[in-house]
């Protein structure tokens, strides 16, 4: 568990018997590369199907920008995302996309799926 998944809130899913998508971009996602200490800007993707519970959009933005400082590499920061959203969710199926901006010109995108 992340020491930021307590963070994120949810309310109830109003059409819990219906199969919909909701689609989450936060472009300006900020990290912070544990080798170098330099920034890292990305794009962040969350797209699921909810079940019971969807998430709060302001707790989310919060949960985010959370990162802003952590010391953490691309590939832990999108799984963590994942796990902590499952954890209070509890969707059908969840995909975080990290679209990473380039640094010594290198791009990196890191996509992990969830199914209930």
């Known amino acids: 568990m992340s020491d930021f998944r307590s963070l994120l809130e949810a309310f109830d899913n109003k059409f819990p018997d219906r199969d919909y998508r909701i689609e989450i971009v936060s472009p ?8 170098t200490g330099q920034p890292d800007f990305g794009t962040m993707t969350i797209t699921y199907t909810p079940d019971q519970k969807c ?6 933005k919060f ?3 959370s ?25 059908r199926w969840m ?5 990473f901006n380039a640094r010594g010109g290198i791009t990196e995108t890191v996509t992990v799926e969830h199914r209930a």
């Not at 998430?55 to 989310?60: I, T």
């Not at 995909?95 to 679209?99: G, L, N, R, T």
């Open 63 to 65: 949960y985010l920008q």
């Open 95 to 99: 995909k975080v996309q990290a679209d």
């Open 55 to 60: 998430v709060e959009l302001k707790s989310l």
């Open 28 to 35: 300006e996602f900020t990290s912070v590369c544990p080798k």
């Open 67 to 91: 990162y802003r400082n952590e010391g953490i590499f691309y590939e832990n920061v999108t799984n963590t995302i994942l796990d902590d959203l499952v954890a209070v969710l509890e969707p």
